[in-house]
Nanobody, 125 residues
């Protein structure tokens, strides 16, 4: 089992910045890719950003490219999501996810095995 704990959400005005943190514990040796998803109220959970299974490549959803940055500290089993120039449409619960599968698609929630509890991000006008 792998446990994920997120932190860093909050309320920010449009144009502001927030940084999210996700730390994994437990059987992290079995994990591969890590990523961030978000779910706005009443909507599906959608991909935001992710590392490839070997951590060598990063991927971003089109609307966050150039504004969000995913990074990691592998020795600490921690990933970050630095969010800048936030927009009201970025308002959502943000989830950290980890996959222990050798083959999965980084953009699809079903490809991930473990999920954090989520952290709320609210962007006001």
């Amino acid at each position: 089992q792998v446990q994920l704990v997120e932190s860093g959400g909050g309320l920010v005005q449009a144009g502001g910045s927030l940084s999210l943190t996700c730390t994994a514990s437990g059987r992290t040796q079995s994990t591969h890719g890590m990523g961030w998803f978000r779910q706005a109220q009443g909507k599906e959970r959608n991909f935001v950003a992710a590392f490839s299974w070997n951590g060598g490549t990063t991927y971003y959803e089109d609307s966050v490219k150039g504004r969000f940055t995913i990074s990691r500290e592998k020795p600490k089993n921690t990933i970050y999501l630095q969010m800048t120039n936030l927009r009201p449409e970025d308002t959502a619960v943000y989830y950290c996810a980890v996959s222990d599968r050798a083959r999965y698609h980084y953009m699809i929630p079903d490809g991930y095995t473990y999920w954090g509890q989520g952290t709320q991000v609210n962007v006001s006008i």
